[in-house]
């Protein structure tokens, strides 16, 4: 599939099989997360692998929706601020840079055959709790990772012209 089309197909799935995930596709997956850009290359994320046998109590602590612990694996990534990159107004490029890892975690799933779905209405003092994140580590971003066990529907998206502005914003 090239990218046009996987980016067409990839979609927001919320009931997954139970079906595990192979080790050798997990590998590619997390892979592409870690070949994401990032600014000065400072690589400022992590990324957690978590397993929701038995867990789907704990894990709906950090999201209340079940098809967050539905599939049989739950991907995290956090930021490290304290290794980003900061820009010179004060800027810092943490959450920036654990969301582009996040997005080639998802394609890349995609791409493998994976449903996902970009979770960040997560209870953040129950995600450092759960998963035991030290002070200094941040948690932007979560999403299932499995086999989807229900179809695409059609996405709505604005029209380009309504988002695009050329040379100058007015």
């Given amino acids: 599939m090239d990218f046009a089309e996987l980016v067409r197909k990839r979609y927001s799935v919320r009931a997954y099989k ?3 995930v192979p080790e050798p596709v997990l590998a590619r997956v997390l892979e592409a997360g870690r070949l994401a850009p990032t600014a000065a290359n400072r690589q400022p994320f992590r990324i957690l692998v978590i397993r929701t046998a038995g867990r789907q109590e704990e894990l709906a602590r950090m999201y209340h929706r ?3 612990s539905q599939a049989p694996l739950v991907l995290g990534v956090c930021s490290v601020p304290a290794e ?3 820009r010179r107004d004060g800027k810092s490029y943490a959450d920036v840079d654990a969301a ?3 997005d080639h975690l998802v394609l890349a799933a ?3 055959g994976l449903g996902t779905c970009w979770v960040g209405a997560f209870d953040p003092p129950a995600v450092r709790e759960v998963l035991g994140l030290p002070s200094g580590v941040e948690p932007v971003a979560f999403t299932p990772l499995g ?3 229900d179809k695409a ?3 709505k998206r604005k029209p380009l012209e309504e988002l695009l502005r050329r040379e100058r914003w007015t």
């Fill in 18 to 20: 139970p079906d595990p």
């Fill in 66 to 68: 079940p098809w967050f």
């Fill in 84 to 86: 980003a990159w900061v």
């Fill in 100 to 102: 582009i890892v996040m």
């Fill in 110 to 112: 995609a791409s493998e």
């Fill in 147 to 149: 086999y989807a066990d």
């Fill in 153 to 155: 529907s059609e996405k």
